[in-house]
């Protein structure tokens, strides 16, 4: 338009850029950050290390021993952790169960909820036995409410169900999406630097099996934690991926009941409970789970194939390793397991990824091959090569110290660990005299010891 409408002149009209509101919302929020308690020590200037004062809030024990060692001893103050799982794997009944802990012991807890209302969150509090008079919930999806009720109530934690149901004010697109999981857990993670208050944050997974975001999210928490388990199982494994604060990969157990999460003390012995003397193609290994050793029972069944292409098929073992440990048996050893269906499977639901079970797993496929029972008192711990050497395994005498705790008598171990640190090593485990350290160089060697 050339001309005024209003006054006739021509060429009067100039263009003026106005900011918009989603424009003005992020320069509030800059500000408001800007403005707002720093992130930690040092944001504005930097520190010389020497000068900085640590922390003097100690670690946060959440109640539960097996996730206070999953966690590294405890919630670290400011720390924001994200906890993933499957649809109704239980991750909103075992952090329900933390809040009211904490909200005994520690301090107030406030727990958001963007997917069920306050009444459906009392309901299932008074199912699992906790009435916390400093227990506060929000049943909220705005950030900004979330945020205005953290500097009012101060609490102790914060606990987030879940982050994909958050919106940002300032974001136009919808809860869930890549950009608002993004801005809402960035935001987060700035509250609980400046505030130094601990976040729990649920996240959904894809059918991938990873926390939506997709790695966003796994980038920018702290700790994250992942609870595993199979649907028809009632045990629930809490691991630990990530931890900038503790030692990764440890494994918390629980067990699922009506009335919630259960601690599960001595995991080994459980999962070794219904275990049958005298049958063929079973073996018990030790797994290392971050620094905790697990003895768990593997099962194999070499069966004649009917239908002329074999199949393998694994439950809790890789596939690829199980192929490699068959391909070994066959030209190392001597066992013709190549017309033969092969199935394994890991007891309890558990999955096995370290090499240090490959003894074991080989053991149970030659039992059942042979039909020659391994002894139930016997352990066999190794990582086997392709040449069928045995090959050492690290902390060698924790795994035989827990196998004698639990009362088994002997062990088969790798020779080539036995060196004089490694001698050294068992002989300080401390080990009853009637328990047996059984050496092997080779994977032929360890089978005739086990199926002898």
């Known amino acids: 338009m050339g001309k005024c409408p209003d006054c006739g002149a021509w060429n009067t009209l100039e263009e003026v850029v106005e900011a918009s509101q989603s424009q003005n919302a992020t320069q509030q929020r800059r500000q408001a950050l800007l403005s707002h308690a720093p992130l930690t020590q040092g944001t504005n200037i930097p520190l010389v290390l020497p000068d900085i004062q640590p922390l003097s809030q100690p670690r946060i024990t959440v109640g539960y021993p097996e996730m206070d060692r999953v966690l590294g001893g ?113 935001q987060l993670v700035q509250l609980a630097k400046s505030t130094h208050v601990p976040i729990f944050i649920i996240g959904h997974v894809t059918k991938e099996g990873t926390v939506a975001g997709p790695k966003a999210l796994e980038h920018i928490a702290d700790a994250v934690l992942y609870l595993e388990g199979e649907r028809y199982h009632s045990y629930r494994l809490l691991r630990g991926v990530k931890n900038r604060f503790g030692a990764t990969h440890e494994v918390g157990v629980f067990e699922m009941h009506g009335e919630g999460m259960v601690e599960v003390a001595n995991p080994s012995a459980v999962f070794l409970a219904d275990r049958e003397d005298g049958a063929t193609g079973s073996a018990i290994v030790v797994s290392m789970e971050g620094t905790r050793p697990l003895l768990v029972e593997v099962q194999a069944l070499v069966t004649p ?145 086990a199926l002898h």
């Open 305 to 449: 194939s009917n239908f002329g292409n074999a199949r393998c098929t694994t439950n809790g073992i890789e596939h690829n390793r199980l192929l490699m440990l068959l391909a070994v048996l066959t030209k190392r050893v001597g066992l013709a397991v190549g017309n033969h269906d092969v199935y394994a499977n890991v007891i309890g639901g558990f999955t096995l990824e370290e090499p240090s079970i490959d003894l074991g797993v080989a053991a149970a496929i030659a039992s059942s091959y042979r039909e020659k029972n391994i002894p139930s008192d016997m352990v066999l711990v190794g990582e086997v090569g392709l040449s069928g050497e045995l090959r050492a395994v690290s902390r060698l005498a924790m795994r035989v110290r827990e196998s004698a705790k639990l009362g088994f008598k002997r062990c088969i171990v790798p020779s080539a660990g036995k060196d004089s640190r490694g001698r050294g090593e068992l002989e300080d485990a401390g080990l009853p005299k009637d328990f047996k350290v059984l050496t092997a160089s080779s994977l032929a060697v360890a089978l005739e010891i």
């Open 74 to 186: 405890g919630l670290v103050p400011g720390s924001v952790i994200l906890v993933g799982g499957e649809p109704g794997i239980g991750k909103s009944t075992l952090l329900l169960q933390v809040s009211g802990s904490i909200a005994q012991t520690t301090g107030p807890v406030l727990y958001v909820s963007g997917e069920e209302s306050v009444e459906q969150v009392k309901m299932r509090a008074e199912r699992l036995d906790i009435s916390g008079e400093r227990l506060y919930l929000l049943a909220s999806i705005e950030l900004d409410a979330i945020t205005e009720a953290v500097h009012r109530l101060k609490p102790s934690l914060l606990i987030v169900d879940s982050i994909q149901t958050l919106i940002a004010s300032h974001l136009t697109s919808a809860p869930g999406s890549i950009s608002q999981v993004r801005e809402c857990t960035l």
